[in-house]
């Protein structure tokens, strides 16, 4: 059965007309023809689907889209722009980060959570952050290296 729901993302607002309990990503994917967040596993286990649902990394595979209205979505077009990126997305870059590119939606999100809470965070601490997700390119110290230095450039 059909519903109207009214989406905030990325600072925009949407009315889609779907089953309430449709997972987001197919809202965010298909109704609102965003290229990510990605498809992975559509289990909540690898990460590549994340958004931010008022500043907290969310598997929006397994999210009913109705459980985010009245709520903020960010995904990571949201998260910054080219002209001025967010910090993590200006470490990932300056630390050559993206391989193929699939997971970092997970990535750059749960990062960008994390030093929002911390701002100086442990290694122990960006471990136990980034627990459930997957990267298959292998990229994982240079991601830690992005993360670091994304804390130095939002601590000026």
Known sequence: MSK????????ASHT???DPDMPLLYALRDDLKMNNPHFG????????CTVL????????CQTPVASV????????????????PHP????????????CGYCVNGWILTAAALLEKNRNPSD??????F?????????????FRAVKRAAKIMAG
């Open 41 to 48: 596993c559509g289990l909540a286990q690898c990460g590549a």
């Open 53 to 60: 649902v008022d500043g907290e990394p969310t598997r929006s």
């Open 88 to 99: 993590v997305q200006q470490a990932y870059v300056e630390e050559s980060v993206p391989q």
């Open 131 to 143: 627990a459930g997700l997957k990267c298959r390119c292998g990229t994982h110290m240079a991601i």
């Open 16 to 18: 889609v007309d779907v």
């Open 124 to 129: 122990a601490d960006i471990r136990d952050g």
């Open 69 to 84: 209205e009245g709520k903020k979505v960010v995904t990571l077009v949201g998260l910054g722009t080219p002209e001025k």
């Open 4 to 11: 109207q729901v009214s989406l905030n993302v990325n600072g």
